[in-house]
């Protein structure tokens, strides 16, 4: 395998959690519920994918319990935000530290101090019959391990469905204005609540891969950042589904290229190439936000009642 | 109204300021209870270890006040932009940067006495942070960035200025792990008592209070909260908001620079890895459970260093993991949350019957309780 | 007959009932409603016939659109229950109302912006596929466009059209869905006079085709016009249902104005509330009285302002060739130019959304202006911080009170401070004790209805809100005040509260602007009158020769 493909082929690795991180944050965000709990979702799903994928043996259980324990998450923050009205960005906060402290309770509960510490398996590779011997293409895109393509596959079934479906368009609607969408009969609250749910499913899930492609192991602190930098990826990507994945493949190239400029050693400290994914990230909103068409309700709690609002 | 009505006012008022409070640390304990008991302690033994340990001993509560001063300007980096409706969460990188510059005046200028040299240290301390927070201020008056954003990436690019500060720049070999040498003797802060307590904790109750009056009653601290309540009210009304909030990151910027410059002169003598701790997360608890609040911070902070030192205490004398104080805290703030709002619906339902005018005025003083609201402080004596 | 239906009086919508003793299409019967203490529904019964277009007539507060936002399943009501077609119905929420039959066109626009026409239009309506196809409902929307005379394209964004289209767009929604009821909350406010001509023309044909139509309106001459039963509702009460020929406007304006409010100068309120023309000129001879001594000579003819006859004599502000952007940075206020005089009430009218913000908060300094000037009295202003212009003497009363005229959660006494703090600074910190003194004195001397300095400003009411933004600017002691729709919302004996101020200030040397989309409103109180229209003043007219028709064609840019 060449140099070239084997950096595109690591690329696309890392851009599986950019990707799921990043579009439960759209998705959630399009029906107005913004999460900034995924540095904390990606943790905790971390440490419950690693743990259930050693205690049940398997990779798949441990992907799915995570994706349980985000959406519990989820529910959480989309309830007490869209039925009590609390403050998003607080609650958010909240359910960060939270999910920091279970994932390493957990831990510390299941595993507890070891200077050993159990490793699960790495997910095999699917290698696509045909497709896979294309040069370059092949070995980048289509021997990968499952969740690279459903993360692309979802991608794409994200788009259409927001874009080219009727529940797609309440949805949108739900996150531009929910007054007006009430007044069509459209249930804001329950929208809030299922986009919620599996927004932070979503990121959940983009946690618990990284013990199964990186590590084997989980440590506190592995999410690395990967959580905020899905937040700015989600504005760069403007929202939409097909642009986050393009986005990804840009934060996944900045964070591999400093890894291996790291271990190839190109004359300058290791540290300042490591800073290179979050200033380039800094850099890039610069333009991002300015051409984000956000969700002209993201961020908001939505009060029939209230006599101020409209 | 009287007098005699008026203080009854105020205690009323008090004690429904508090309810909230002590009825989201019952309901986190009690979870917290059921969790140890789920994994087989005794969550009586542990609660006594987490909340006796402070006082103890004297080295109990040389130890909180310790924890108490890296807390307290910690949630004051958070709290004071929070006033201005802007979330800093970079107040790791700069403490960080804080730390950095304190350890480089401390190095380079080791030969220095100290009255010239720890003051030079702790504004260079103070400095660092105000030009880290100023750097994502920046971004966020000219480029419109999100402030969280950026002071959360700028945190990932300290963490690695600091690894090559501590490992390339005056690294300490023998240490094993990234540390820098020691600052010189004149850099440290002098100590009282005996077992020691750093003076910082009274720089810390310094800047406490004069922030707090600052808050309350100076023009810009009227001008900040109001950016906070309603900036484009506040824009209409000739504040320069644009200015207030830049000027709101910086100073909060500041306090966590300051203490970084502590941590450094006052319990670890270098700049060494992880020397952040945890005080990003607890300084933010802390902050929104004082619901930003300047004057209420001290004691919330206080509150959260008795749980800390307590947690290590827990881990020993009941084997309950440590991690799980950072539960309980986090469980305190949602659940402080969800009492507000349950307070706030009570209040609606029982104003259904024509009230009287004392508990109209408690009524309308509380409903909108904001982060540091002006009617939470004009409510006071 | 039931008894409950006819408290005042006999029931007139039954005389014109369809022989044969059909049911009404909608019956509410003892609606009640409360929002914390507040009343704001008592034991309302209101009947709608068939073929009808049925005045809901009331004063701001009068629980009208409360009434209106029960039946779609906005509001859950405490108490009552609703009739179709003589069956009862549940509704919880705009689906059930719907789904019962009912369209609603709210007074502020429910609609997604950057959805097109037709997206707006069929969303949340089921297609019966789960994959979006929007051809035959576009094809639907654009016969029924033709059908009712609305004209509106089905594929333009919603957020790129004007007003009125916009308003059609909601009609739409609701025909779309077969509604056999079609409610319309305030729907002229922001209409000229041909657009309310052809609104009326629109219902009309609807009527016509069997539909109900229940118009929410603050103004009898519209009633009169448009409707062919009436109810008046005052605080929270049916007051009684008329036939039209059976009424009167005087009638109509007795009842919505009751026995019980003691107005000290109703003429005048009234009259805005009738927006009858005839009625407002008599009204506004009372309304220029105040102000006479010191107002300019007024200028004779309608004429383009830059022909504007000659300035006024004691010019004190000029406004010079300003322009300005809006948030989106397009040029909203282009090339205006005015010169006012000490005392003068200079109205500007025209629809909502021809730059009236951007010009507001241009000659306030709060926007900056992209080109131009401005002096008062020799001072130039342009370009200078907002505060520097607050310290000459610019007094800005914003349109929207809540989101730029208060801080909600601060004190009152927080609230009188803002913008004039810094004067209230003693050693450098404030002096909360004068300012708590001072928040006490203008509470009672602008009666503001509050628990006391220290409650919370959001939580009043909205004419209270009004009062304590007015008492903050009257106490600046202006040079000039701008006013942007000063009396939006506010219920009679506040509107009367605000002209009342407004007229004093000028009495008293002040400058005012007064930018209104409620013509009345400007007809009662200026002296001349600036007509602006995609941000250009096109004309300024004196107030005596304002014919209302003329206005309209300058705010519509038909005849300039």
């Not at chain 3, 029931?11 to 014109?16: C, I, K, N, Y």
Request: glycine residues 10%; charged residues 15%.
């Amino acid at each position: 395998m060449s140099e070239l493909t084997n950096f595109l082929a690591l690329v696309v690795t890392a851009m599986v959690p950019y990707v799921f991180a990043s579009q439960g944050t759209m998705l959630s965000g399009r029906a107005g519920v913004f999460n900034v709990s995924q540095e904390g979702m990606l943790t905790l799903g971390a440490a419950v994918g690693f743990l259930v994928s050693l205690k049940v043996g398997s990779n798949a259980a441990g992907i799915i319990a995570a994706g349980l324990v985000g959406a519990l998450f989820g529910l959480v923050l989309a309830a007490v935000t869209t039925y009590l009205r609390l403050d998003q960005f607080v609650v958010g906060l909240a359910l960060f530290f939270l999910a920091l402290g279970a994932a390493s309770l957990l831990y510390r509960v299941v595993i507890g101090v070891t200077m050993s510490p159990p490793l699960i398996p790495l997910l095999q590779k699917w290698r696509i019959p045909l497709l896979a011997d294309i040069p370059v293409v092949g070995p980048v895109l289509f021997h990968q391990d499952p969740m690279v393509y459903l993360a692309l596959i979802g991608s794409a079934a994200l788009w259409w469905f927001l874009f080219r479906t009727d529940a797609g368009m309440r949805l949108r609607s739900v996150g531009e204005n929910p007054k007006a969408a009430d007044s069509l009969g459209i249930n804001v609250a329950s929208t809030r609540l299922w986009t919620g749910i599996v927004g932070s499913a979503l990121m959940a899930i983009a946690g618990a891969y990284l013990p199964m492609v990186y590590s084997g192991t989980y440590t506190d602190g592995m999410a690395a950042g990967r959580g905020w930098l899905a937040i700015a990826l989600t504005f760069f990507g403007g929202w939409r589904p097909q642009f986050i994945v393009a986005g990804a493949a840009f934060f996944a190239g900045m964070e591999v290229l400093a890894l291996r400029s790291q271990v190839a050693g190109i004359g300058i400290p290791h540290q300042f190439v490591a800073m290179l994914p979050y200033v380039a990230t800094l850099l890039v909103m610069i333009f991002a936000f300015r051409w984000a068409r956000v969700p002209a309700f993201l961020g908001r709690n939505y009060d029939r009642e209230s006599r101020l609002v409209g | 109204m009287t007098s005699g009505a008026a203080i009854r006012y105020r205690t009323g008022s008090a004690l429904r300021a508090l309810a909230p409070y002590l009825a989201a640390i019952v309901a986190a304990f009690v979870v917290a209870g059921v969790v140890i008991a789920m994994l087989g302690h005794d969550p009586f033994v542990a609660f006594r270890s987490v909340l006796t340990t402070s006082f103890a001993t004297s080295f109990g509560l040389v130890e909180t006040f310790t924890k108490w001063v890296p807390l307290t300007l910690m949630a004051l980096a958070f709290a004071i932009p929070l006033g201005a409706g802007r979330f800093n969460i970079g107040g790791e990188g700069q403490l960080i940067l804080g730390a950095t510059a304190a350890t480089a005046i401390g190095i380079t200028l080791s030969g220095l006495p100290m009255p010239l040299l720890l003051p030079l240290g702790l504004i260079a301390g103070v400095l660092g942070g105000g030009v880290w927070a100023g750097i994502a201020a920046w971004l966020m008056s000219r480029f419109h960035i999100n402030e969280i954003l950026s002071t959360v990436l700028l945190n990932f690019v300290s963490f690695q200025l600091l690894d090559y500060i501590a490992s390339q720049v005056w690294p300490d070999v023998g240490a094993g792990f990234p540390a820098t040498v020691k600052v010189g003797a004149g850099a440290m802060l002098p100590t009282v008592g005996r077992p020691a307590l750093h003076i910082g904790v009274f720089i810390t109750a310094a800047v406490v209070v004069i922030g707090a009056i600052l808050m309350r009653r100076s023009a810009p601290g009227f001008e900040l909260r109001a950016v906070g309540i309603n900036e484009r009210a506040a824009k209409v009304h000739g504040i320069r908001t644009a200015r207030i909030a830049v000027g709101a990151v910086i100073v909060g910027g500041m306090a966590a620079g300051l203490a970084g410059a502590i941590e450094v002169a006052g319990v670890h003598g270098n700049l060494l890895e992880g020397i952040q701790s945890n005080y990003l997360l607890l300084g933010i608890i802390i902050g929104l459970i004082a619901r930003g609040s300047v004057a209420l911070v001290p004691f919330v902070a206080f509150g959260i260093s008795i749980l800390e030192i307590g947690a290590s205490a827990m881990q020993r004398t009941a084997q309950v993991p440590a991690e799980l104080v950072l539960i309980v805290e986090g469980l305190i703030l949602l659940f402080l949350l969800l009492s507000d709002v349950l307070a706030t619906r009570w209040q609606r339902s029982g104003r259904k019957r024509p009230p009287r005018p004392a508990t109209a005025r408690q009524a309308t003083g509380r409903a909108h309780a904001g982060p540091d609201s002006i009617t939470a402080m004009e409510a006071q004596p | 007959m039931v008894s409950n239906a006819a408290a005042a009086g006999p029931d007139p919508a039954a005389a014109l009932r369809p022989a044969g003793g059909q049911s009404p299409v909608l019956r509410m019967i003892d609606i009640r409603k409360s929002f914390g203490t507040v009343r704001a529904l008592d034991g309302v019964d209101f009947d709608v016939e068939a073929r009808q277009v049925h005045g809901l007539l009331g004063g701001n507060g009068a629980g009208k659109t409360t009434l209106m936002n029960v039946l779609y399943g906005l509001y859950a009501a405490d108490d009552g229950r609703i009739e179709i077609d003589g069956a009862r119905v549940s509704i919880r929420s705009p689906r059930d109302a719907i789904a019962a039959g009912i369209g609603m066109v709210h007074q502020s626009f429910l609609q997604v912006d950057t959805f097109t026409v037709t997206e707006n239009v069929v969303l949340g309506a089921a297609s019966g596929s789960f994959r979006t196809n929007l051809a035959p409902a576009g094809r639907t929307i654009a016969e029924l466009s033709d059908h009712f005379g609305l004209a509106v394209d089905p594929t333009a964004v919603v957020g790129d059209l004007p007003v009125g289209v916009r308003q059609r767009v909601e009609i739409l929604k609701a025909l779309y869905r077969k509604a056999k009821v079609l409610v319309l909350d305030e729907p002229t406010t922001n209409l000229t006079p041909q657009e309310v001509d052809a609104l009326f023309g629109s219902l009309r044909t609807i009527v016509d085709e069997g539909m109900s139509v229940i118009l929410i309106t603050h103004k009898i001459r519209e009633t009169m016009a448009a409707c062919d039963v009436m109810t008046v509702m005052r605080d929270g009460r049916r007051v009684t249902t008329v036939c039209r020929e059976d009424t009167s406007p005087d009638e109509l304006a007795a009842l919505m104005v009751g026995d019980t409010v003691e107005l000290e100068d109703d003429e005048t309120v009234m009259a805005a509330a009738m927006g009858a023309a005839d009625v407002t000129r008599t009204a506004m001879h009372t309304a220029m009285h105040a102000a006479m001594h010191t107002a300019p000579p007024a200028v004779t003819h309608a004429v383009p302002h830059r022909e504007a006859g000659p300035a006024p004599r004691t010019s004190h502000i000029r406004i010079e060739n300003v322009s300005a952007s809006n948030d989106a940075g397009a040029l909203a206020v282009h090339d205006v130019s005015l010169e006012l005089g000490r005392g003068e009430i200079h109205g500007i009218s025209g629809v909502a959304g021809n730059g009236q913000t951007e010009l507001a908060e241009a000659i306030t300094g709060v926007r900056p202006m992209s080109a131009g000037s401005m002096t008062l009295d020799g001072t130039h202003l342009a370009g200078r911080a907002t505060v520097e212009w607050l310290e000459a003497g610019v007094v800005y009363v914003p349109e929207d009170r809540q989101r730029d005229g208060i801080l909600p959660s601060a004190s009152i006494a927080a609230n009188l401070l803002l913008g004039g703090h810094r004067r209230f600074t003693r050693f450098g910190l404030i002096d909360w004790s004068r300012a708590r003194a001072m928040a006490t004195d203008v509470i009672s001397e602008y009666s503001i209805r509050a628990p006391g300095f220290g409650a919370a400003a959001g939580q009043m009411s909205g004419g209270n809100i009004q009062r304590m933004i007015l008492a903050r600017a009257f106490r600046r002691q202006p040079r000039l005040l701008l006013l942007h729709n000063p009396t939006r919302g506010l219920d009679l004996a506040s509107t009367q509260f605000v002209y009342e101020q407004v007229r004093r200030a000028a009495a008293g040397g002040c400058t005012v602007v007064l930018i209104s989309e409620d013509l009345d409103e400007i007809l009662a109180l200026s002296q001349r009158i600036s007509i602006i229209y995609s941000g250009r003043l096109v004309s300024t007219i004196d107030r005596n020769n304002a014919d209302p028709y003329q206005l309209g064609r300058l705010m519509t840019g038909v005849s300039v």
